[in-house]
């Protein structure tokens, strides 16, 4: 089964308007398969009925905020934030590392994202060389945010100590039918002082966004979902990797966030 709309290769019209942009972006409307995107949307759905396969993502910021207070030893593009500061709320994520036999739409999309033939598109559409598909998917994952629930903005961490390599391409998968623009969501990208809105897009389901990745590359959804109660704002997420060094950005190994 293609779970494509078409062609990759039918997808490159959008290399110019991708590297004319700054950020470096695009927006990709319907580039899944209608049917297999209902399929990934409902497996999704019964993913958030197991808790156990899902995290609190600001576990780690708060523990790293704690050992930086205790030992002052921040790194250089580490900061300490007020007290209190929470990026993020009423947000869940799954990291996709267990029990996944009985969900084939995800296992196949987490197959073609890593298949050499998606990795030459993305080549071809940023002009990055020589990427590395998510190692172990370690990377990729379910994201659910809920009322109330928002992601402040920052930027993505640029280095993966564990190969090596620069984070330099994020995918988003956005997987909501249905969603209402009063509910928000959107996702916004600012420019690199935190000051003006350069871009945002609604998060609807089969709406696909690709960008590169780098410490000025601030983005989020800062304002509180509107959603009601028992509605998520769904996405999959993914990171690509490289080690070439034409690819030179600084080398971070966690989030950094507006505060």
Not at 128 to 137: A, C, E, M, V
Not at 173 to 182: F, M, P, V
Not at 212 to 221: A, F, K, M, P, R
């Amino acid at each position: 089964m293609n779970i494509f709309n078409g062609p990759l290769e039918s997808y490159l019209s959008f290399a110019d308007s991708y590297q004319s942009n700054s950020p470096q972006h695009i927006s990709i409307l319907n580039m899944f398969d209608k049917k297999f995107i209902n399929s990934l949307e409902e497996e999704f759905d019964r993913r958030l009925d197991d808790a156990t396969n899902w995290k609190d993502p600001n576990r780690g910021f708060l523990e790293r905020q704690l050992q930086l207070e205790e030992g002052n030893e921040f790194q250089s593009h580490e900061k300490k934030y007020k007290p209190g500061y929470n990026p993020s709320k009423n947000r869940i994520c799954d990291r996709l590392q267990k029990d996944l036999e009985n969900f084939p739409a995800i296992n196949h999309l987490l197959d073609e994202l890593n298949s050499p033939n998606f990795l030459d598109f993305l080549t071809r559409l940023t002009g990055i060389q020589n990427l590395l598909p998510d190692p172990g998917r370690r990377s990729a994952g379910l994201h659910a945010g809920f009322r109330d629930g928002y992601l402040d903005i920052h930027t993505d961490q640029t280095w993966n100590p564990w190969i090596e390599a620069f984070s330099c391409i994020n995918v988003i998968i956005y997987l909501n039918s249905n969603w209402e623009d009063d509910w928000g969501g959107k996702l916004e990208f600012l420019d690199k002082n935190c000051e003006n809105k350069l871009f945002e897009y609604d998060c609807m389901q089969n709406r696909t966004m690709i960008w590169t990745n780098s410490e000025n590359v601030w983005h989020g959804y800062p304002s509180p979902l509107k959603c009601p109660e028992g509605k998520a704002r769904k996405c999959f997420t993914a990171f690509y990797h490289t080690k070439d060094q034409m690819f030179n950005v600084t080398k971070k190994t966690s989030a950094v966030w507006r505060g």
